[in-house]
């Protein structure tokens, strides 16, 4: 037994040894002044010349395992690395992301001169141009109206007459300048070139190519660029392409003389690209950061189908036609547009470990090809017609990513220049994971899905706040699902998946889990599923401050969620969306809007008071559902778990964890902000008032509460329903329905002393109508209201 057992052990290191390969290290040093043969001792001063010498080993051993070994120093570009088939299992890694530094930058020996009292002028390279430049490390600003104010909300600092008659004739050479404007909508943002001036003094604009939902540049949030009159402050500067001279106004106790200068010159630094017979593999990216590209606002972009999106199919980082590849441990900063994308077909990208910040664009993307969608539409109006529609299922092609990873990314400050980015970006792909990621400060969505295309991803313990600071209408997570099924007129679409009830899932083939995340945003929804959105499944998220919403759309199930101060907004769902939502605790009743139907199931879900509860009780909804407070462990420090006492755990409710959302990497974990710890409203309350606000129908009512108000609305009594406010669509309000500032005295035959009394008469209804006594400008008169 001893020899067999010997032997096994021998046997088993040969058969170790002979499974690793040996790896081919390249060395490059940016301390060297010319280049060696790339061994250890005698370095490459350059990553190109390193990249020469990988394919020389590969043309010689094809299954060569290559290692470039960037040691610390600053490497400038003059192109950015190319890698395709012929270096498939390439690694290029940094000493670390802290010392090498890889720049789409080129140097700039200057010999400034005076040319007033604060700018300094030289000149500069013929043929050199760019749109970025950089002193000290630091990117300055391309002189602008009106000026960069960090705290100046969109863009910066806006102005309305950045484009105006006036402000044009004050400029000697418009040409050239750049117009940025949001969405009139602001559903994302505009970016114009001026081309020349019209004859009634208005500019000629080039571009307005970069968001799928036509409008007119907003009238208000406008701001201009590169336009050498608008350099009138510290840290300004202009670049003269016909007189090739460069003009700065020095930020303050900056030496001139001893300062560094480079301009951005390349848009992309490494581009690893295949096809999808074949692809490119195992190549690995890491400890290395990545700065200063120039921005891509400008280029082509195409639309995402009808989500609302148009992209630049391209990155800093740019794969396409890949398997198994990898980019961890590195730092990307002040680039001009996207930072890393996959494009098309890629399987088993792994990005992980990353710090993203500062950038011009989106930070990760994942978009596959239209190619590999079944009748695609284009435009929010498109629809193909059914007897005209490709009615399989699942995707055409394998033209798009799948089985990726994006996993402990420190993410905040992108989308800096271009309004319609998120932190991590999704079209037309399948089964991508998004893990315990941190992102903030971005001016749409830190998370977006942008089609149905064809789901199976998950988003678990992810950190996700302080988005939509520069637009509106969406989410902290949001998605869209104008796929298929999908028509811009609802009646259509109600009746096309009345007919077909599977169609949601011809495109949405698998189910979106959203799990264990914290959301924050304070200008939408923490969680935003849009038109269409289907096929989903979201619990254990902790959401902050403005609830989840699920628009029209099919199977979702919602459930052991927690809204803090806020609730569900079902928006337009129809008869059979198959929508569950239990177990969950909001601190609101439900915000709904033009509903057909309620959905599968809405039950066992804790309410803050009874009055909030009895809502959707009204409609049959929440019988076993329970009300009261929930006994938060430790709110104050977002701890929103329940004590062993909290009612919420009798209606099904479960603790998850608090303490494992955003990254994980001791690095990040010490520098990563967190969301603003909310404010708990008392539920019992309406701004100090001892009655709240409560939603009906879209109306809002209140108690009756005080002689003052039964003397301001001439009542007998100080009991009643008060309506403070009326949505001109809600059926109550229909023909000679409800007005602001009626007071409810009785429903049917039975007095109405508060919401109470009237919500379970309405829940007792099976009409579409109801007969009440009024009070109306001190006059009792009697109406009838629609319910439906």
Aim: with cysteine.
């Amino acid at each position: 037994m001893k020899k067999v057992f010997v032997l096994f052990v021998v046997l088993s290191i040969l058969l170790s040894c002979q499974g690793q390969q040996e790896v081919d290290t390249i060395f490059v040093s940016a301390s060297v002044e010319t280049n060696g043969d790339g061994t250890q001792n005698s370095p490459f001063s350059n990553i190109s010349a390193a990249m020469q010498k990988a394919r020389e080993i590969k043309s010689i051993n094809p299954e060569a395992n290559i290692l470039v070994h960037i040691l610390p120093g600053t490497y400038y570009l003059s192109e950015s690395i190319k890698i395709d088939t012929n270096l498939n299992g390439l690694s290029i890694k940094g000493t670390d992301a802290s010392d090498v530094i890889i720049k789409g930058a080129t140097p700039l020996n200057l010999k400034w001169k005076k040319f007033n009292e604060t700018i300094y002028v030289t000149p500069v390279e013929d043929g050199l141009e760019f749109d970025q430049f950089v002193v000290n490390n630091d990117p300055q600003i391309l002189a602008r109206y009106p000026n960069y104010n960090e705290d100046g909300h969109y863009w910066q600092g806006y102005a309305a007459d950045a484009i105006s008659k006036e402000r044009l004739e004050s400029w000697k050479n418009p040409e050239g300048a750049f117009f940025h404007a949001l969405h009139g909508g602001r559903w994302g943002g505009f970016h114009f070139e001026i081309t020349g001036i019209n004859e009634d003094g208005t500019p000629k604009l080039a571009g307005g190519h970069q968001n799928n939902r036509g409008s007119k540049p907003h009238k208000e949030y406008r701001m201009v660029e590169n336009v050498f009159e608008e350099l009138d402050a510290p840290g300004e500067w202009f670049l003269d392409k016909a007189s090739h001279k460069l003009y700065y106004w020095p930020t303050e106790n900056l030496s001139i003389e001893n300062a560094t200068f480079e301009a951005a010159v390349l848009k992309d630094l490494i581009q690893v690209t295949g096809t999808l017979e074949e692809p490119v593999k195992n190549i690995t990216i890491s400890g290395i950061t990545f700065q200063n590209t120039t921005r891509t606002f400008m280029e082509d972009f195409e639309p995402l189908l009808r989500s609302d999106w148009t992209i630049y199919r391209g990155a800093v980082l740019f794969f396409e036609g890949t398997e198994n590849c990898k980019v961890e441990n590195s730092e990307f900063a002040n680039l001009g547009g996207n930072v890393i994308m996959a494009s098309k077909y890629n399987k088993a990208l792994q990005i992980i470990g990353n710090h993203i910040h500062d950038c011009g664009a989106s930070a990760i993307s994942f978009v596959g090809d239209a190619s590999a969608v079944r009748s695609p539409s284009f435009n929010y109006r498109e629809f193909i017609p059914l007897e005209e529609m490709d009615t399989i299922a699942g995707p055409k092609n394998d033209l798009y990513p799948r089985a990726c990873l994006v996993e402990d990314n420190l993410i905040y400050r992108i989308g800096r220049t271009e309004k319609q980015t998120a932190g991590v970006q999704i079209s037309m792909a399948m089964d991508i994971t998004i893990s315990h990621n941190s992102i903030y400060n971005v001016p749409r969505a830190g998370i977006n899905i942008g089609d149905g295309t064809w789901g199976g991803h998950i988003l678990e313990y992810n950190d996700v706040f302080n988005t939509v600071l520069e637009t509106s209408d969406h989410g902290s997570f949001n998605s869209w699902g104008r796929d298929r099924f999908w028509h811009p007129n609802r009646k259509i679409m109600d009746s096309l998946t009345t007919a077909n009830p599977e169609m949601p899932k011809w495109d949405a083939i698998k189910t979106t889990i959203i799990r264990n995340n914290r959301f924050r945003c304070d200008h939408g929804w923490d969680i935003d599923l849009d038109d269409g959105s289907s096929n989903y499944h979201i619990y254990n998220n902790l959401c902050l401050n403005s609830g989840i919403k699920l628009r029209e759309g099919f199977k979702r199930v919602v459930t052991n969620n927690i809204t803090v101060n806020n609730s569900l907004h079902p928006h337009v769902w129809f008869v059979k969306s198959e929508d569950i939502f239990k177990n969950n605790i909001v601190g609101d009743t439900y915000q709904d809007v033009g509903l057909l139907g309620w959905g599968k199931e809405l039950d066992y879900n804790l309410f803050p008071t009874e009055e909030s509860m009895m809502k959707p009780q009204i409609y049959g909804m929440d019988k076993h559902s329970a009300f009261g407070d929930p006994l938060f462990i430790d709110p104050s420090n977002l701890d929103f778990g329940v004590t062993e006492d909290s009612p919420a755990l009798n209606i099904g409710f479960k603790n998850f964890p608090m303490d494992q959302f955003g990254v994980k990497k001791a690095k990040f974990k010490a520098i990563a902000k967190t969301p603003e710890v909310p404010v708990l409203k008392d539920p019992t309350s309406n701004n100090g008032k001892a009655s709240p606000v409560v939603a009906w129908l879209r109306n809002n009512i209140k108690n009756v509460e005080s002689e003052q108000e039964q003397s301001a609305y001439g009542l007998n009594t100080d009991q009643g329903v008060i309506v403070l406010r009326v949505w001109k669509h809600s059926p109550a309000v229909k023909g000679n329905g409800i007005k602001k500032g009626d007071v409810i005295l009785q429903a049917g035959d039975v007095k109405i002393s508060t919401i109470k009394d009237f919500f379970k008469i309405m829940s007792k209804s099976e009409s579409d109508t109801m007969n009440l006594v009024v009070m109306r400008n001190q006059t009792e008169k009697e109406i009838t209201i629609h319910l439906k």
